[in-house]
């Protein structure tokens, strides 16, 4: 009999890609007990070393995704200025180690549930008690215990395992009079991809392609053109299994994929068609990166014309902003193009109601797995939005903990509390600003003006200032607010991380991306953003005191919200330097109390 450890947690994650650390790291700073649990050694999901696709999201100016996602992009280009990813995995890995209240479970593969079936919350009609988990490193059972627990498994595991309602597969047009081609409701979904990586060297490399390596040549990529010398190749296009079991053939598309991205190297060295003696393969991924699989059915189900028609939901959690990319099932075998690509009204609104069951009474889920059609899928699933879902419902789990509810209790009784708590670690919600105390806005103000007190925590063209509407100010400026004698609750400090990169070097393509597929001679060194400030003291005073409330050094961070509950009747910011060495001016974009 192998060993069992039983562990008790207020919030139990399953998945411990994107969406899955934003939602355990969320819970936890928040003071949630929680117990992340991930079948593989390296954390990140589709975005790991394991898998290698590009985190992706909102296109568009000022529409780069915030938060937690943000801490750790602006943490990647302090640490791995050359886009390794050995630095990157422990980059991930240190944002949950670093969190006391997470217990992270790697290579535990969830395998069981025991849920309770009656007459719950909300017309609910089950409730999950535990899962379980094997860790295949120790070879020991663990079973979590918990009052609340997410899915972001990708694959909705929780859903076979619980008894959750979910869907798999295309909806016809009908359904919800989406903009589909499809005709009646099948199974298919997008393809999966096993990638590959050719590293540039200084001299020639020989290739021999295994002898399973499928054969291919240049009429097998009329419609996609592989370029080792662009920054946007990284052969997502190498992508099969739409048109089979997503869960079930997995093993055998592996095989497929693996033996299409052998041949696509041979292809591309040996056929004399592109200019790739000097190159060797540097990776090729053996687990595959899904696109899609089961999604989970919750209180609300956004469908395609949600998007398209920029429906804005009072109970708007999150953004979306990337094209409705809806893959061919047939993958890299579709003859023509492959892939639809639909421009959508960036950024547009996403609800709270998407991301619980609606049969579950304590299940959350976040990822590409919430509830949503396939056409809404198509744009939803990329990794920076997941990332947002996830931090939502690590506030939600929060809020839910504290006031005893259940996750449709929290829309119900919360929804502003957490709208709130989003706004204040960062989160961009399109159609709110947040709340300043009207003791801020009568306080007098010097060394700034009125911008840094309106809410706003970035340019954008729904405020009006997509020009880069902040406050300058010479380095060692002091920016101070003079008040009468006040309990000052928190501190919201925002600082330009250069939401649109303009300052690294390289091509758009590589500025925007934390990772890197192609590595050749001339590829950039990244930096951190020269707009952000390296350096800052906040100071709180009363009747002349000054006490230091927050010294900050080597800055990788945008934004800070101290929860303070002191007297004071002045605030003082002092930013001293940036990350620009000759910078004359440090961006400030909010310094308000409440």
């Avoid at 949630?32 to 985190?55: D, F, T």
């Avoid at 996602?69 to 944002?95: C, G, M, Q």
């Avoid at 800055?555 to 620009?580: C, E, I, M």
Wanted: charged fraction near 25%; proline fraction near 4%; hydrophobic fraction near 35%.
């Amino acid at each position: 009999m192998l060993e069992q450890k039983v562990i008790s947690c207020d919030l139990c994650v399953v998945g411990g890609g994107l969406a899955g650390m934003t939602a355990a790291i969320a819970a936890a700073r928040e003071g949630c007990r929680v117990v992340l649990m991930h079948e593989r050694p390296v954390l990140g999901g589709n975005a790991s070393s394991e898998i290698r696709m590009w985190i992706c999201g909102a296109h568009g100016e000022n529409n780069r995704e915030t938060g937690i996602l943000e801490e750790i992009a602006l943490e990647n280009l302090y640490r791995n200025p050359t886009k390794s990813f050995a630095v990157w995995d422990t980059v991930l890995y240190d944002f949950v180690r670093r969190e006391k209240n997470i217990t992270l479970l790697l290579n535990c593969t969830c395998l069981d549930a025991t849920v309770e079936e009656g007459k719950f919350a909300h017309g609910r009609e089950r409730r999950i008690r535990s899962v379980k988990g094997y860790q295949m490193t120790t070879q020991r059972f663990y079973e979590v215990k918990a009052k609340l627990f997410c899915d972001c498994s990708g694959d909705s595991i929780l859903a076979p395992l619980t008894g959750a309602d979910f869907r798999l597969g295309r909806e016809d047009r009908e359904e919800f009079g989406e903009d589909t081609t499809t005709e009646q409701t099948d199974r298919m979904t997008m393809g999966m991809s096993c990638l590959l990586q050719g590293r540039e060297t200084q001299r020639e490399i020989q290739y021999i392609p295994p002898s399973w390596s499928t054969h291919l040549t240049s009429e097998n990529f009329a419609h996609r053109k592989p370029n080792l010398y662009k920054d946007s190749e990284n052969f997502w296009y190498l992508e099969l299994g739409g048109n089979r079991d997503s869960i079930g053939d997995t093993e055998e598309l592996r095989d497929e994929l693996v033996a299409l991205a052998a041949g696509t190297w041979d292809y591309l060295k040996n056929s004399g068609e592109h200019d790739a003696k000097n190159w060797d393969l540097d990776f090729l991924g053996f687990l595959p990166g899904k696109r899609e699989s089961r999604r989970m059915c919750g209180e609300y189900m956004i469908t395609q014309r949600d998007i398209s028609d920029g429906v804005v939901f009072d109970d708007e959690i999150a953004f979306g902003g990337w094209p409705l990319d809806d893959h061919f099932p047939g993958g890299f075998y579709h003859r023509g193009v492959p892939n639809t690509n639909f421009k959508t009204p960036a950024p547009y609104s996403l609800p709270y109601r998407a991301l619980y069951s609606k049969n579950v009474e304590n299940l959350f889920f976040a990822g590409r797995n919430i509830s949503m059609t396939h056409m809404a899928m198509s744009s939803i699933r990329v990794m920076a939005t997941c990332s947002l879902l996830g931090e939502a419902v690590g506030k939600a789990a929060a809020l839910a903990t504290k006031h005893g509810l259940t996750p449709h209790g929290v829309y119900l009784e919360k929804m502003s509390d957490l709208q709130t708590l989003l706004l204040e670690e960062d989160s961009f919600l399109p159609s709110k600003t947040r709340i300043v105390s009207e003791t801020c806005k009568n306080a007098l103000l010097q060394g700034g003006d009125d911008r840094l007190r309106n809410g706003q925590d970035r340019a954008h063209e729904i405020y009006g200032n997509e020009d880069g509407d902040y406050c300058a100010v010479a380095p060692e400026t002091e920016i101070s607010y003079s008040f009468p004698e006040t309990k000052i609750n928190s501190v919201h400090l925002v600082f330009s991380s250069d939401l649109n990169r303009k300052t690294l070097p390289g091509s758009h393509c590589e500025r925007i991306h934390s990772t890197r597929c192609n590595q050749r001679l001339d590829s950039p060194m990244m930096h951190m953003p020269t707009t952000l400030c390296r350096e800052f003291v906040l100071y709180g005073e009363c009747r002349g005191e000054r006490t230091e409330l927050l010294r900050v050094s080597d800055n990788r961070k945008r934004a800070y919200h101290l929860n303070l509950g002191k007297t004071f009747d002045r605030l003082v910011l002092v930013p001293q330097k940036s990350w620009g060495e000759d910078a004359d001016q440090i961006p400030v974009i909010s310094f308000d109390f409440n």
